[in-house]
């Protein structure tokens, strides 16, 4: 009774939406099993749920019912690790946020310095995103910007030109550091991405700035995108059809 009234107690003290582990709850190892078995119990009678094996979350309750937790929520052990940042949201649910699509899959991607099998989780599907890039907590809105970019041709529900409009508003939104370490991190994606941003940079600020970017780029390759001259007068010049 005495670890029944504990977990409860515990697992009232977490916020809703939070994924949670047995681990979390900070009891004793010997008593793992009766704190899986309570846990169990409290999903049976709705009061926590499960969102896979082992994670587990206090449903946030609205008008449609249940709620899911945030997807940060469900990856969080993937983004960070003893305080280090190990990962960063990238693609479907990134795109939705900045306003490049309305749909958001049940796959989640997440960008890592190191080669990731995917795995399930729940309903959801994780992915992993190479980033040759140092990943830090100043530099992932930039990386996810990037990865936009390199992932254009995949953006669900939107053109290739209407998702091109809308990566030059945000680059326009940049102030001069951020413009600056987003030429930097470039370096390292592949030459569309560079051709792409040396465009669009081009555009928005001229000749000057996009040099950089431009010195990098064999001059014999062309990058096969699928944009409007009239979206992006640079193209001929990158070599970007």
Not at 191 to 198: D, I, K, Q, T
């Amino acid at each position: 009774m005495v670890i029944t009234r504990e977990v409860q107690r515990l697992v009232e003290n977490f916020q809703p939406d939070c994924v949670f582990t047995y681990q979390d709850l900070n009891l004793p190892t010997e008593r793992s099993e009766s704190v899986i078995k309570m846990l169990n119990r409290l999903v049976s009678e709705g009061v926590i749920a499960k969102i896979s094996k082992g994670r587990f979350y206090k449903p946030k309750q609205s008008v449609f019912g249940a709620l899911k937790p945030k997807q940060e929520e469900i990856v969080k052990d993937l983004l960070e690790k003893d305080g280090e940042i190990i990962g960063y949201m990238t693609g479907y649910s990134v795109f939705n946020r900045l306003g490049l699509t309305t749909q958001v899959p049940n796959i989640i991607q997440i960008g890592t310095n190191i080669r990731k099998n995917k795995k399930k989780r729940g309903m959801f599907t994780i992915s992993f995103v190479l980033q040759p890039n140092p990943i830090t907590k100043e530099n992932i809105t930039l990386l996810q910007l990037l990865d936009a970019i390199r992932f254009i041709k995949e953006i669900p529900d939107a053109t290739i030109n209407q998702s091109c409009k809308r990566i030059l508003a945000i680059i326009r939104e940049l102030d001069k550091e951020e413009t600056e370490k987003v030429l930097t991190l470039a370096d390292k994606y592949p030459p569309m991405v560079r051709a792409m941003l040396g465009a669009m940079v081009e555009n928005i600020y001229g000749t000057n700035k996009a040099i950089s970017l431009w010195n990098t780029l064999n001059p014999l390759t062309t990058y096969k995108v699928g944009i409007d001259e009239q979206v992006l007068p640079q193209i001929k010049k990158w070599r970007i059809e």
